[in-house]
């Protein structure tokens, strides 16, 4: 059984820049940080359209689609906003 990570804040996307630049042993992690955000953010707009759908079609909630929302909504309130895109790694 896996363990709970500890936790943590995200690194912000100043700061894979920054361990991109300075420490290129590293890029394939920082590759797989942003693959994983993109990936989320898939996830997220397949739920918008899967959520529209079953609604429209059939009518009220489907209870796996909104176990998935409440994932989808912790793991985008982790995530760090775009404005750290203009913060400076130290």
Request: hydrophobic share 40%; glycine share 4%.
């Amino acid at each position: 059984m896996a363990r709970d990570l500890p936790p943590f804040k995200p690194v912000t996307q100043a700061e894979l820049r920054h361990i991109w630049v300075m420490h290129p042993q590293c890029r394939r992690l920082v590759l797989e940080v942003e693959r994983y955000r993109r990936v989320i953010a898939k996830i997220d707009d397949l739920y918008k359209v899967t959520h529209q759908s079953w609604r429209d079609n059939l009518g009220g909630n489907l209870t796996a689609l909104h176990l998935l929302q409440q994932i989808m909504t912790e793991e985008r309130g982790r995530l760090p906003a775009q404005v750290d895109d203009a913060d400076t790694a130290q």
